[in-house]
T-cell receptor, first 115, second 114 residues
Framework: AQSVTQPDIHITVSEGASLELRCNYS??????LFWYVQSPGQGLQLLLK??????LVQGIKGFEAEFKRSQSSFNLRKPSVHWSDAAEYFC?????????????FGAGTQVVVTP | NAGVTQTPKFQVLKTGQSMTLQCAQD?????MYWYRQDPGMGLRLIYY???????DKGEVPNGYNVSRLNKREFSLRLESAAPSQTSVYFC?????????????FGAGTRLSVL
């Protein structure tokens, strides 16, 4: 069965420290890969996406993600976290063969930033 | 830049009441989606529509109906609300496979069923 796993439900990080959020997927082929961020009380905003090519992709707000085919992973990183990065982060995958553009989401990782 | 607009933002219902959640997009997207978000479960697809006049079930369609009124609007109806439908509902739109499944989200409707 196809699945998206975010192993960490909750992460606490100090402001200025680095952040890495994990995402693993189980699909027959390399899917389209996304990270979305949801600030409190808000909708989801696209942080970055991977379709093909260079396995390190840059996104908005200083985030980057690395696709590793051998590990079926698409981990999100930020070198230095700001208090405004406190939010919930969702990894999502889309099948390249899906004509309707559906996405499957992970359960999310809640990030808390401490002073 | 309106993007995807959802109304209402908050709603409290009593068990058995009905309501319709409205969604409109101004990006000329063919595809539209309704999700529900529950703690620890991420977003789960309720229904989607690939084009005007077509709809299909997602992962959790029971208890819901949808209408794709035109290209811009996609509504979600709860005919007889149940406490299990307490959730945050998100509408999204996208160009489907033409845009490699990128979706854009509204701000959500927070629904409580008592």
């Amino acid at each position: 069965a196809q699945s998206v796993t975010q192993p960490d439900i909750h992460i606490t990080v100090s402001e200025g420290a680095s952040l890495e959020l994990r995402c693993n997927y189980s699909y027959g082929a390399t899917p389209y890969l996304f990270w979305y961020v949801q600030s409190p009380g808000q909708g989801l905003q696209l942080l970055l996406k991977y379709f093909s090519g260079d396995t390190l992709v840059q996104g908005i707000k200083g985030f980057e993600a690395e696709f590793k085919r051998s590990q079926s992973s698409f981990n999100l990183r930020k070198p230095s976290v700001h208090w405004s990065d406190a939010a919930e982060y969702f990894c999502a995958v889309g099948m390249t063969t899906d004509s309707w553009g559906k996405l499957q989401f992970g359960a999310g990782t809640q990030v808390v930033v401490t002073p | 830049n309106a993007g995807v607009t959802q109304t209402p933002k908050f709603q409290v219902l009593k068990t058995g009441q009905s309501m319709t959640l409205q969604c409109a997009q101004d990006m000329n997207h063919n595809s539209m989606y309704w999700y529900r978000q529950d703690p620890g479960m991420g977003l789960r697809l309720i229904y989607y529509s690939a084009s005007e006049g077509t709809t299909d079930k997602g992962e959790v369609p029971n208890g819901y109906n949808v209408s794709r009124l035109n290209k811009r609007e996609f509504s979600l109806r709860l005919e007889s609300a149940a406490p299990s439908q307490t959730s945050v509902y998100f509408c999204a739109s996208g160009a489907g496979f033409l845009a490699k499944n990128i979706q854009y989200f509204g701000a959500g409707t927070r629904l409580s069923v008592l």
